[in-house]
């Protein structure tokens, strides 16, 4: 099973994410009690995702050539913790949970989210969650925190609304909808971020509008090619434009990022 880390995003257009939305699948089930899963499966925040199994030349799990993370499995019951390595040395902690179905026989499978973020010094970084499993709060080590907070909109979907930093600041996620693809359905869409005003500057607002793919959408497809400030951003086929990054809180990052894997 899998629980996103973030479970309300920047809303489903433009495949947008932000710095913490980790999450982990554990795959599989079984009918022994506290099974040892042969293999994880990692979405980062960039968007991509990478399945990682055991290894003959490494005792952490590998994923395929040319990755460079690595991930130290979890030995369940005693150790319900896995890591996910990056190249640096740092690490993303994930916890998981054993759950049951069913009843003769009754089956056992996993979830988990990710707990905490260690750079390479170990100085931990704390993500905590809401009961609905909704990102709520992440804390850096000397206690400065950013604080999650979602909204429905108008048009039924969950997103964040604001990000809130422990020292008073804020950043506004504003949202509309529109369809993109000829014929295609409406999507609700991160339309603008207006982000801490610094006197006696203007209150700075990053904008952004989408246009629909310049090749054929595949069937389920829902991701629409970017335009940045009405400025074009090449397209390919099976890749959207990069976008430029939005300004960040000096503390940590609070921006939206364009996925940049398909």
Not at 158 to 169: E, F, L, M, T, Y
Not at 173 to 181: Q, R
Not at 194 to 199: F, H, I
Request: glycine share 8%; charged share 10%.
């Amino acid at each position: 099973g899998v629980i996103q880390n973030s479970y309300y995003g920047f809303a489903l257009a433009g495949a947008w994410n932000h710095n913490y939305q980790w999450s982990l699948n554990i795959p599989g089930f079984s009918t022994t009690h506290n099974w040892a899963p042969t293999s994880y499966v990692v979405s980062f925040p960039d968007g991509r995702s990478e399945t990682f199994s055991h290894s003959n030349t490494d005792t952490d799990f590998r994923a395929g050539v040319g990755v460079h993370e690595r991930f130290i499995k979890m030995s369940p019951p005693g150790n319900m913790l896995s890591y996910l390595v990056l190249a640096d040395g740092s690490k993303v902690e994930f916890t998981a949970t054993q759950h049951t179905s069913g009843s003769n026989p009754i089956y056992y499978y996993y979830t988990a989210v990710a707990t905490a973020t260690i750079d390479s010094y170990n100085l931990r970084t704390a993500l905590t969650y809401n009961g609905d499993g909704s990102l709520y709060r992440v804390t850096e080590p000397a206690g400065r925190w950013l604080g999650f907070y979602s909204t429905t909109t108008i048009w039924g979907d969950i997103v964040i609304d604001h990000v809130s930093a422990s020292d008073g600041r804020t950043v506004q996620y504003n949202y509309s909808h529109a369809v993109f693809a000829t014929g295609g359905p409406a999507y609700t869409y991160l339309s603008s971020v207006t982000y801490p005003a610094e006197t006696p500057n203007p209150t700075p607002v990053a904008h952004y509008a989408y246009v629909q793919p310049m090749w054929p959408m595949a069937a389920g497809t829902t991701t629409a090619c970017l335009y940045f400030r009405s400025a074009s951003i090449p397209c390919t086929p099976g890749q959207c434009g990069r976008l430029p990054t939005p300004t960040r809180l000096p503390t940590t990052t609070t921006a939206p990022r364009k996925s940049t894997a398909r």
